[in-house]
C-alpha cells in the first residue's frame, strides 16, 4: 500500500540529510515516517519527537514493561510501522520475544505477572475505551507507584502521537524486524 503523500527520499535540508543518513545507518534503510512526514515539517516537530525519546529514558518503570505496554496501544491502533518498529527496538534491548508473541494473550498467559496485566488492562481499556473504570485503576495502583501510573499513562498519550500520525498518513511497518532477521542471518552464515 502507498502511503497518502509520496515519500522524498533527497531531501533538501542539510539536517535532514544528516537525519536521513543517521537512520539509514541504524535501521538499514530511512524510515517511511521520517521520509512522509517529519521531511515536510520544520524542524521544530523533529526536535519535539526527539523530546518525546529524551522523556521516554526518563521512564522508571522496567524497560521491557515500557516496550510491552507501547506495543499494546499500538496493536490495538493498529499501527503497523509501531508495531514493527516497536517490536525491532524491544527485541534488541530487552530479549522479550515470548512476551511480545503471547501479547495478545496477557491476561491469560503464565509469561505475565500480576502487575503486568494490571498494567496492560488500564492501558487497554485507556486505548481502546478511552476511560478506564476505577476497578481497573484500583488494580494498577495495587502494583504501581503514582509517578510510575503517571508514566504509563505518558506511555499511551505518547504512544498515540506516533500512531495516529502513522495511521493518517497511510504509512505501514517498514519491515524492520525482517530486516533484523536477514541481518542476523547474514552473520550467522
Known amino acids: 500500500m502507498d502511503t497518502y503523500l509520496p515519500p522524498i527520499e533527497k531531501p533538501k535540508n542539510l539536517i535532514l540529510k544528516l537525519v536521513y543518513a543517521a537512520t539509514r545507518r541504524r535501521f538499514g534503510k530511512v524510515l517511511t515516517p521520517l521520509k512522509v512526514h517529519s521531511a515536510r515539517l520544520p524542524l521544530a516537530f523533529g526536535f519535539w519527537y526527539?523530546?518525546?525519546s529524551k522523556l521516554d529514558?526518563?521512564?522508571?518503570?522496567?524497560r521491557e514493561l515500557a516496550?510491552?505496554?507501547?506495543?499494546?496501544?499500538?496493536?490495538?491502533?493498529?499501527?503497523?510501522?509501531?508495531?514493527?518498529?516497536?517490536?525491532?527496538?524491544?527485541?534488541?534491548?530487552?530479549?522479550?520475544?515470548?512476551?511480545?508473541?503471547?501479547?495478545?494473550?496477557?491476561?491469560?498467559s503464565p509469561l505475565f505477572s500480576p502487575a503486568e496485566r494490571a498494567a496492560l488492562d488500564y492501558v487497554t481499556a485507556l486505548t481502546r475505551d478511552r476511560k478506564v473504570d476505577p476497578q481497573?485503576?484500583?488494580?494498577?495502583?495495587?502494583?504501581?507507584?503514582?509517578?510510575q501510573i503517571c508514566e504509563i499513562?505518558?506511555?499511551?498519550?505518547?504512544?498515540?502521537?506516533?500512531?495516529?500520525?502513522?495511521i493518517g498518513l497511510n504509512i505501514h511497518s517498514d519491515l524492520l524486524c525482517d530486516l533484523n532477521l536477514k541481518r542476523r542471518s547474514l552473520v550467522t552464515a
Open 67 to 108: 516496550y510491552l505496554l507501547r506495543q499494546q496501544v499500538a496493536r490495538i491502533n493498529v499501527c503497523e510501522f509501531c508495531i514493527d518498529i516497536g517490536r525491532y527496538i524491544a527485541l534488541q534491548e530487552t530479549a522479550s520475544r515470548e512476551k511480545l508473541d503471547a501479547l495478545a494473550e496477557y491476561q491469560t
Open 153 to 166: 499513562a505518558w506511555l499511551v498519550a505518547s504512544e498515540h502521537v506516533y500512531n495516529m500520525t502513522n
Open 50 to 52: 526527539a523530546k518525546i
Open 136 to 147: 481497573t485503576f484500583h488494580r494498577l495502583a495495587e502494583h504501581f507507584s503514582d509517578r
Open 57 to 62: 529514558a526518563k521512564v522508571t518503570l522496567p
